[in-house]
């Protein structure tokens, strides 16, 4: 089935260290977005990229940084220049950003501080 | 800012209709509605999308208004399954930059046996 996975479900971060998080996609979606979500609030875009090899800031960018090297895959590092990573991650994918057609997502990964 | 207002909350009956209120006001020509809904600790679930006319598919139906100032999402069937945060987003294609998709904190649905 195609879909979007994320990984790890759960990830525990300490002081100083950076963390990825997964995204892959076997949709062939050309777009990529990482979300963040923290309790009882809507989604605050991270970064997004239209096509591969290009990705462009969102509206919380500080302490993150992203890559698209491929396609299918849209890593998330939280660095540890983000001062309060503890939230919900999603990564959603679109067939092109330019599209009226839905943003389909993962099932998240956690993030909390050791 | 959000583009949409929803109710922060709802009840619905099980085996009843739920009818899910969303008010676009500013919503521009070029722009669609799209429903959305999040189970705790899930991804957010695609539902349904319009630009002015109705629609319906195996999940629910959309009935959009006709000066598209307003819609609502029908679940004509509510089952406890269906418990969950319901978010209503207006967003437009643009080809020469990205047009924000916002999350608003949407409707939590509870439906009660």
């Known amino acids: 089935d195609g879909g979007i996975t994320q990984s790890p479900k759960y990830l525990f971060r300490k002081e100083g260290q950076n963390v990825t998080l997964s995204c892959e996609q076997n949709l062939n979606h050309d777009a990529m977005y990482w979300y963040r979500q923290d309790p009882g609030q809507g989604l605050r875009l991270i970064y997004y990229?239209?096509?591969?090899?290009?990705?462009q800031k969102g509206d919380i960018a500080e302490g993150y940084s992203v890559s698209r090297e491929k396609k299918e895959s849209f890593p998330l590092t939280v660095t540890s220049a983000q001062k309060n990573p503890t939230a919900f991650y999603l990564c959603?994918?679109?067939?092109?950003?330019?599209?009226?057609?839905?943003?389909?997502f993962g099932d998240g990964t956690r993030l909390s501080i050791l | 800012d959000a583009k949409t207002t929803q109710p922060p909350s709802m009840d619905c009956a099980e085996g009843r209709a739920a009818n899910l209120p969303c008010n676009h006001s500013t919503i521009s020509g070029n722009e669609y509605v799209y429903w959305y809904r999040q189970i705790h600790s899930q991804g957010p679930q695609y539902i349904i999308h319009g630009l002015k006319n109705n629609e319906t598919n195996e999940m629910a139906s959309l009935i959009i208004t006709e000066d598209r100032k307003s819609s609502t999402l029908i679940l004509p069937h509510a089952t406890l399954r269906d418990t969950a945060v319901y978010y209503c987003i207006v967003s437009a294609r643009m080809k020469t930059s990205y047009d924000k998709v916002i999350f608003g904190p949407g409707t939590s649905l509870s439906v009660i046996p």
């Open positions: 990229s239209q096509i591969v090899n290009d990705f």
């Open positions: 959603a994918s679109r067939e092109q950003d330019f599209s009226n057609q839905p943003q389909h």
